[in-house]
């Protein structure tokens, strides 16, 4: 009756341990996604933040082009 008692124990404890492991797991992988996410978000912003300046260049590159013409 002990060793069952012992044995349901430890299935208990196993489980728990499963359930621990799995949380933390699923945890890891959130937190990598959400710092993924955020890479491309900063990334995509500072690209954004970029065009701005880049079209002003690409129009005074066409200005001058067009004072050869």
């Given at each position: 009756d002990r060793e069952e008692e012992a044995a349901y124990r430890r299935a208990e404890?196993?489980?728990?341990?499963?359930?621990?492991?799995?949380?933390?797991?699923?945890?890891?992988?959130?937190?990598?996604?959400?710092?993924?996410?955020?890479?491309?978000?900063?990334?995509?912003?500072a690209n954004a933040t970029h065009w701005p300046e880049l079209n002003k260049r690409m129009q005074a590159l066409e200005d001058a082009l067009n004072v050869l013409y």
């Open positions: 404890q196993r489980w728990l341990w499963a359930c621990v492991i799995t949380a933390l797991v699923l945890l890891a992988v959130a937190g990598y996604i959400y710092f993924l996410k955020e890479k491309h978000r900063k990334k995509a912003l």
